[in-house]
């Protein structure tokens, strides 16, 4: 079955600095993956999505951008955190039916 | 964006069986619905889902309406460890547009 991992679980950055969350996914080749975020309060917004190595699909313009460097690997960056940045980010991958999610990353932007 | 439907929050007597509603009145044929729970500050957990027929699994029952534009999860024996966020979600078998709503909050009541 596939696995998720995400890391780091918690982060607090300054305003304007960069950001790297890392997701890479065990048990399965080639899968579909996702980068969602939920802000305090709300519900899961879809960020990017990807279906290969180089290929992303963003769903939201905004001050983040992904990239798929390897098969298994889905990075979720930054170059300035805006204080609107925080939120819960979550990684995600399809399966037989669904997804599978991470257990995600609390970002706090100070 | 999401097309489902679903009320803010709910309470249920532990021990007695949840019924979560969902409307989906603009559903397509080929796409199925999926419930979701999330528990605070953790990755949603998939739970069930189903294209026309009532689906049931050890977790939970999912009723279909006949004509799809609607459904209900039933968790038969609510415990305290079912409080969480249930988000119902429409898409497509093998569509990248997975979009939650803001899910109904669910409370059990001891």
């Known amino acids: 079955s596939q696995t998720i991992h995400q890391w780091p679980a918690t982060l607090v950055q300054p305003v304007g600095s960069p950001l790297s969350l890392e997701c890479t996914v065990e048990?399965?080749?080639?899968?579909?993956l996702y980068w969602y975020r939920q802000a305090a309060g709300r519900g899961l917004q879809l960020l990017f999505y990807s279906v290969g190595i180089g290929q992303i699909s963003s769903e939201v313009p905004q001050n983040l951008s992904a990239s798929r460097p390897q098969d298994r690997q889905f990075i979720l960056s930054s170059k300035k955190l805006l204080l609107s940045d925080s939120g819960f980010y979550l990684c995600a991958c399809r399966r037989d039916y669904g997804y599978t999610f991470g257990s995600g990353t609390r970002l706090t932007v100070v | 964006d999401a097309k489902t439907t679903q009320p803010p929050s709910m309470d249920c007597a532990e021990g007695r069986a949840a019924n979560l509603p969902c409307n989906h009145s603009t559903i397509s044929g080929n796409e199925y619905v999926y419930w979701y729970r999330q528990i605070h500050s953790q990755g949603p957990q998939y739970i069930i889902h189903g294209l026309k027929n009532n689906e049931t699994n050890e977790m939970a029952s999912l009723i279909i309406t006949e004509d799809r534009k609607s459904s209900t999860l039933i968790l038969p024996h609510a415990t305290l460890r079912d409080t969480a966020v249930y988000y119902c979600i429409v898409s497509s078998w093998a569509g990248n547009q997975f979009y939650f709503g803001t899910g109904t909050s669910l409370t059990v009541i001891p």
């Open positions: 048990g399965t080749s080639n899968p579909n």
